[in-house]
């Protein structure tokens, strides 16, 4: 019965892939999961996925992290959310904060000015090079000229 089921699963997805010429992630999730839980290993769902949905199939590295996650509990077909790049705004508040720092201590360096601010390096340079148009010249912070 589940080798009728696996085949009917398998020739629905294999027309959807003809009929739209592509076959959505869910998909291929759902089918790596039906195989997981007949006790397939990897490699063998691998190998079906490839003679039934040819150059849709997902690579064996994609097979074996949804075999991982399956291992761990995670049968979710949905995509989870990604964090993305964090949402960092320059405002003038910062811009002026880097500027007393600045004043202060000619000499400081980016890496305290961030680890006290709380946002990435990157940013802080980004901020001192282009809004505040200095340039560090022997280890102090001079404007450009």
Known sequence: MCRIASLFLLL???????????????????????????????????????????????????????????????????????PGRPKTVTTPEIIDQFHELILEDSRISAKPIARNQGISRELVGSIIHEDLDMRKSYAKWLPKC
């Open 12 to 82: 629905r997805q294999k027309r959807a892939c003809q009929a739209t010429r592509a076959i959505s992630r869910t998909s291929r999730r759902e089918l790596s999961s039906f195989f997981f839980l007949q006790d397939k290993a990897p490699n063998e769902i691998h190998t079906i996925l490839i003679k039934t949905l040819e150059e849709h199939a997902p690579s064996y590295a994609i097979v074996k992290s949804m075999v991982a996650q399956f291992k761990l509990g995670d049968f979710s077909t949905c995509d989870a959310s990604r």
